[in-house]
């Protein structure tokens, strides 16, 4: 069992979905699903795997799957379609200046020891926005700062009340990492995630010549 927090490993991983289709002049699809026989011709679809893991780089969320499993965002999308808080333990916006100032959860851990502060939520938006990932939140961002130690205030543009949207994943890549870890990437893609997330990520490869990924 893979308690939580844990390293999540998976070796050779090929496909994550897989679709036949008849084509050419080979049975139907109908004939071939009550038929163990093997078909000739037909189409193999398979799902991609992540090409990366910096969520803030890419707008695929294909490639935020890594980052799903082992970070949270500040908000998150609920089955519902309703946005829920999730590292933000509340939040509040001023409809006349545009202002939303939002409280942080205390005493959450970062996987490499640090606790979540305002200061890496800062750092975060501020990368996050800064990608082609959060360009429609930085077109409505005027000023993302900390108001005090778990406070951040984001102030709009216009008003908006559509900022708590944007910031919810897993629907966006806006996810929380440290501050540190971020600032030692520099203007580099992000090949490690030192985030809060229930699964911690231990490393991330591609092997060369195949579609082997190492996690």
Same mark, same amino acid.
């Given at each position: 069992m893979? &308690? *939580?927090r844990s390293a999540v490993k998976i070796g050779t991983l090929l496909c994550a979905a897989m679709a036949l289709s008849a084509c050419g002049g080979g049975p139907s699809s109908d004939a071939a699903a009550g038929s163990s026989e093997p078909v000739t011709g037909g189409e193999l679809v398979v799902a991609s795997l992540p090409a990366m893991i910096d969520p803030y780089v890419t707008t695929s969320r294909s490639n935020w799957m890594v980052a799903a499993s082992t970070c949270e965002g500040l908000f998150a999308n609920a089955a519902n379609t309703t946005v829920d808080n999730g590292l933000a333990e509340s939040y509040e916006y001023d409809e006349q200046t545009g202002v939303?100032?939002?409280?942080?959860? $205390? +005493?959450? *851990?970062f996987h490499g020891g640090g606790e979540l502060t305002a200061a890496d939520v800062v750092a975060s938006l501020e990368r996050y926005g800064s990608g082609d990932a959060g360009e429609l939140f930085s077109s409505l961002t005027k $000023?993302? &700062? /900390?108001a005090g130690p778990l406070t951040v205030s984001i &102030? %709009?543009?216009?008003?908006?009340? /559509?900022?708590p949207a944007l910031l919810a994943t897993p629907d966006t890549g806006a996810y929380i990492m440290s501050a540190a870890s971020? $600032? /030692? /990437? +520099? &203007? *580099?893609?992000? %090949?490690?995630?030192?985030?809060? +997330?229930?699964? *911690?990520l231990d490393n991330f490869a %591609?092997?060369?010549g195949n579609l082997d990924h190492a996690f």
């Amino acid at each position: 069992m893979i &308690s *939580k927090r844990s390293a999540v490993k998976i070796g050779t991983l090929l496909c994550a979905a897989m679709a036949l289709s008849a084509c050419g002049g080979g049975p139907s699809s109908d004939a071939a699903a009550g038929s163990s026989e093997p078909v000739t011709g037909g189409e193999l679809v398979v799902a991609s795997l992540p090409a990366m893991i910096d969520p803030y780089v890419t707008t695929s969320r294909s490639n935020w799957m890594v980052a799903a499993s082992t970070c949270e965002g500040l908000f998150a999308n609920a089955a519902n379609t309703t946005v829920d808080n999730g590292l933000a333990e509340s939040y509040e916006y001023d409809e006349q200046t545009g202002v939303y100032t939002i409280k942080i959860r $205390e +005493g959450v *851990k970062f996987h490499g020891g640090g606790e979540l502060t305002a200061a890496d939520v800062v750092a975060s938006l501020e990368r996050y926005g800064s990608g082609d990932a959060g360009e429609l939140f930085s077109s409505l961002t005027k $000023e993302i &700062s /900390a108001a005090g130690p778990l406070t951040v205030s984001i &102030s %709009t543009n216009q008003p908006s009340g /559509a900022i708590p949207a944007l910031l919810a994943t897993p629907d966006t890549g806006a996810y929380i990492m440290s501050a540190a870890s971020l $600032e /030692a /990437a +520099g &203007s *580099k893609d992000l %090949t490690s995630l030192d985030c809060t +997330g229930p699964y *911690k990520l231990d490393n991330f490869a %591609t092997v060369p010549g195949n579609l082997d990924h190492a996690f």
